[in-house]
């Protein structure tokens, strides 16, 4: 260890213990009671925040602040203001206000509003986030924040993301009462989000355009060795990327991000890195930066760190695990089956409320990972299939099987499995993994949604979470606010809403075919595609269920709507029209000199003894020639179909005819260039191959 990680971590971080040791303790307490609150910041606490938070930053090196937001691109967005304030005599003071600091109005006129802002305002705001800490980053105080029209529409993901976490506090809370419990004041939704990456060398990634533009490989046949062996998984980890590791940590640390675990993952060059889980909104933007850190601390190290989906064909892509539960301010879990038949109840209670949710809501489920990157992952035997299920355990099945049909439980001795009477026997907490072939696991004490994808934001993922159990639990509330006996009415609820929603329950294995045809039995949604899912955000239960709850207006759901339909159809645009520059200016004069190579061979040959056979000459120059005419056709025939392709004003046309027609065109381009590159001399070939990549660092 390099550091003394105690005294680094958070110190980039204006964090609580910094705030009570830099502000007048009055001030200092109202600023935490407007956090607990909830409440908008008065401007004259404002002040003396603003100016002791400059103060700190300018201590750390920092000239300029940012209000630092997640603009619907997915990425983060910050325009840099320098602190510095003319003076009357030339000089130059350093100043911060209040104001600016609870609100900034970046010109963001050009961030995607799927036409939120040409029907309300121009312009958006910037409010603070004043329970995500401020950091500084490279020399910029960092304000988190939430970015919204002046109509007052969320133009970004905090925003619906602090929305859900309030609507699901109000309705735990309710249920939270009705058990008795008057004391508890908030609850919390927390998250852990593992991130997996891919390291690949950086010259032998500047050598490819897919990679630059695309971010993955458009060409590539498979090396001689991939993960077959699972000689990478948890394997040694090499120096260099040790070395990586440790100074990605001391970065995170900094910001005060709990980065804890480490490890490779199954594809060569294929790693993980899990943090400590946190409240959800200060976990996400801490993923963010974590994304943003990895980019830049491998650019150090000459690498480049990938967190597409799916960088390679036929290896494993990356995938983003949300681990997510619900905490009470008293540091009760509420996925954590207690020890007492009171302490089950409930937890049984809030665990039929996500069985139910995720039940009647998997079409928000499969929006909410939905984007041209992911689609290459669900269902293809490496992430959870595109169909929405989940995974209980053995255990937790059987126990719910006892309550649905009122017999008793294996260990419970005779009479039935009765809620608030007997005991739940403790879940081994399912550390190792058994089912990675889940999208939403039950782990012990909280669920894992593995369906992420690796760079995409979990905002989404989890303000549906939030949102669609914060509906069940209302509805749940209302039924037993109103029964005569709770505990008649609570036993009649989880049976009936076991007996209704069983059938998302699956803990089998989800890559199989069986499961696809179980699960249409079932009834269950399967929606392969981003565009199979997209239109299902629009359906009358979806957008009731955002207003009835104040997440999104039925303008912001279709904003979204609009908006990712226009990126995925760009994207495949912009790999289609990467892959045509590299077959017709790469590719193919490559082949073509290999051509003329083995032609003048023969010719050679010929002079040496006109009876030469020239098998191999002549046979490859056959092979390749037929090749290049094919692949020269097909290129030809893509670019004619991007031309005729819809315009992006109509989204879910234009979507719909890049998944059906440049999709396929685009895999049959590559297997024939694939194809000519396993028969092609490797010098000759124009680009690093997927051997040089994989095995680069
Ligand atoms: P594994 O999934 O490999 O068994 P862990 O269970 O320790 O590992 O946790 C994986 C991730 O889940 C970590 O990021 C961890 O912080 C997070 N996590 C653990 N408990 C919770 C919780 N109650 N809420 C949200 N995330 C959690
Ligand atoms: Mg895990």
Redesign the pocket.
Known sequence: MRSNVPEIFGSMVFNDAIMRDKLPKDIYRSLKKTIEAGRDLDISIANVVAIAMKDWAIEKGATHYTHWFQPLTGITAEKHDSFISPQSDGRVIMEFSGKELIKGEPDASSFPSGGLRATFEARGYTAWDPTSYAFVKDGVLCIPTAFCSYGGEALDKKTPLLRSMETLNEQALRILRLFGNTSVRRVTT?????QEYFLVDRDVYNKRKDLIYCGRTLFGAMAPKGQEMDDHYFGAILRRVQAYMEDLNEELWKLGILS?TEHNEVAPAQHEM????DTANISIDHNQVTMEIMKNVAKKHNMICLLHEKPFAGVNGSGK?N???M?TDDGV?L?EPGKSPHENAQFLLFLTAIIKAIDEYQDLMRVSIASAGNDHRLGASEAPPAIMSIFLGDDLEEILECIEKGTSYKNQGAGRMEIGVHVLPSFP???T?RNRTSPFAF????F?FRSCGSSMSVSGPNTILNTIVAEELRLFADELEGADDFTDALNDLIKRTIQQHKRIIFNGDGYSEEWKKEAKKRGLLNLPTTVDAMPTVLLKKNIDLFERHGIYTEAEVRSRYEINLDVYSKTINIEAQTMIEMALRQILPSVNRYVKQLAEAMSLKGMIDPLFKNGMERDLIKKLSVLEDKAYAQANDLKKLLDKAPSYDSNLECATYYKDKIIPAMDKLRSFCDEMEVNTASELWPFPTYGDLLFSV
């Open positions: 927390t998250v852990g989000p593992e804890k899990a943090p400590i889980f695990h681990n997510w539960s905490v879990n996925l907490k399912d550390t993994d782990t012990g004490n909280k894992e």
